[in-house]
Nanobody
Framework: QVQVVESGGGLVQPGGSLRLSCATS????????MNWYRQAPGKERELVAS????????NYADSVKGRFTISRDNAKRSVYLQMNNLNAEDTAVYYC?????????WGQGTQVTVSA
């Protein structure tokens, strides 16, 4: 059974930091590209960051470059998103996604709210 479970969301003040984690099971984690998406109220889901199966390729949305860092630990079957210097525009539900060719597995999301 495939499981993708995000954690680490919460309420943070502008300028603060959060680290999201995504724990997985039920598929060959090391073969998948791992992605973090987010969806703010009234907006489409957008790709925030992605990391290739071997961590050799990292990609970020322009809006988070220099502030967010994606990483993975294949031994722990987990992917992380370190988010620094958060601002109100980062408020969204953050989703972990595993992708390989036509296969795609999603978590249920974790809420991140940036507010004073």
């Amino acid at each position: 059974q495939v499981q993708v479970v995000e954690s680490g969301g919460g309420l943070v003040q502008p300028g603060g930091s959060l680290r999201l984690s995504c724990a997985t099971s039920g598929f060959t984690f090391s073969a998948y590209t791992m992605n973090w998406y987010r969806q703010a109220p009234g907006k489409e889901r957008e790709l925030v960051a992605s990391i290739s199966s071997t961590s050799g390729s990292l990609n970020y949305a322009d809006s988070v470059k220099g502030r967010f860092t994606i990483s993975r630990d294949n031994a722990k079957r987990s992917v992380y998103l370190q988010m620094n210097n958060l601002n109100a525009e980062d408020t969204a539900v953050y989703y972990c996604n595993a992708a390989q060719n036509r296969l795609s597995h999603w978590g249920q999301g974790t809420q991140v709210t940036v507010s004073a």
